[in-house]
């Protein structure tokens, strides 16, 4: 098969990326470049994610060893925050 490169600039290109030494030929930098275009670009950049997210739970049950809650039964979050500034026992004060 013959290939015919009629854009200049792709021929440079081409020309640099062979004489920086990173392909022995031609074929070699196609096949390359195919097979990373097969490779779908999300598989590392959700591993990426995946770590931060696992890192970051792990920070959070290292910061929630030890605190207690000790709300009412049945008492929702928002309804005992409210109960801690509503005496005026804000941080600060």
């Known amino acids: 098969m ?15 990326r062979l004489k920086a030494g990173n392909f022995a030929n031609v074929e070699d930098m196609l096949l390359q470049t195919f097979r990373d275009a097969q490779r779908p670009l999300c598989d590392s950049v959700d591993e990426e994610r995946k770590a931060k997210a696992l890192e970051a739970a792990a920070r959070i049950r290292e910061m929630r060893k030890g605190v207690r809650l000790d709300r009412p039964q049945g008492m929702s979050l928002r309804e005992y925050a409210h109960i801690g500034n509503a005496d005026g026992s804000r941080a600060g004060q």
């Open 2 to 16: 013959t290939i015919e490169i009629r854009n200049a600039e792709l021929e440079v290109l081409l020309q640099r």
